[in-house]
Every structure is written in structure tokens, then in C-alpha cells.
């Protein structure tokens, strides 16, 4: 597949262009002077509803390692900017602190349902770091 640069497309275009217009102004010599005068309203009216686009190239690249960023000429610092990339930042710290305090809550909860087992038992606590009873409990479970 052949690949064509930016430039060779603009000179495509503006051939393909130019050569719509040479047709056109070949043909427009026989029109009638109340056509021609409807396609000059046309196009006057074609004209002033054109968007106008405005093209802005990169003035720096900023390389850091293996990474390139390209930053335009008129680098506005303004307050909707720094807002802009903060807020990001403090989503994800505020989301990694609720993920933590989450963690913390369901281990708390854990140890506690274990302790409330342990002490509503009808044996000891100090039954189960005895090792006969250890024994115990997996001669019991064979049978």
C-alpha cells in the first residue's frame, strides 16, 4: 500500500482544483446571463458561510526518554488549565484513599467476627493453641 505525505495530498488537491475551475470556466462562456447571475448570488452566499480554519503547528517538542510531547506557541497557563490536569490527580488519590479505608473496614470486620466466635464459644481460647486438642479435632473429623 503506498502511503502519501501531506504535501503530495495539498498538490493533489490543488491540481484537481485548478482543473475544476479551467472546466468550468471553459463552459461558462454559453450560460445565460440570468443563470450566471443566480451562480455569482450562489457562490457569494457559498462564501460567506465558509468556516475558516485556522492551522497551528507545534513550536516545541519536549522529549523525555522514550516519550515526545508537542506544545503549541501560545501556552496558556491559565487557571482552567492547572484545574484541568489536577483534577485527575485528585480523583485518583481520593479513590485510592476510599479503596484503602474499604480494605481496613472489611479487616477490622473480619478479626472481629473471628474474636465474637472465640469468646461466644463454649471452650476456652486457650483450648485452641493446645496441640492435643488439635490432635482432637482431626481424629474427630476422620470418623
Do not use: C
Not at 502511503?3 to 472546466?23: E, P, S
Not at 468550468?24 to 454559453?30: A, I, R, Y
Amino acid at each position: 500500500m503506498k502511503t502519501l505525505d501531506l504535501h503530495q495530498i495539498d498538490n493533489y488537491q490543488d491540481r484537481f482544483g485548478r482543473n475544476v475551475a479551467a472546466r468550468l470556466s471553459d463552459t461558462s462562456q454559453g450560460i445565460s446571463p440570468d443563470i450566471s447571475e443566480r451562480l455569482k448570488a450562489a457562490r457569494m452566499l457559498a462564501l460567506s458561510k465558509r468556516k475558516v480554519v485556522k492551522l497551528q503547528t507545534a513550536s516545541n517538542i519536549n522529549t523525555n526518554g522514550s516519550a515526545a510531547t508537542l506544545n503549541s506557541g501560545d501556552a496558556d497557563n491559565g487557571l482552567w488549565n492547572r484545574l484541568g490536569s489536577i483534577i485527575p490527580l485528585l480523583a485518583l488519590v481520593a479513590g485510592l484513599l476510599a479503596i484503602a479505608v474499604i480494605q481496613e473496614q472489611r479487616v477490622t470486620k473480619e478479626i472481629a467476627d473471628v474474636d465474637v466466635e472465640l469468646l461466644a464459644d463454649d471452650l476456652p481460647p486457650a483450648a485452641f493453641t493446645d496441640p492435643g486438642f488439635v490432635r482432637y479435632l482431626s481424629t474427630n473429623r476422620r470418623d
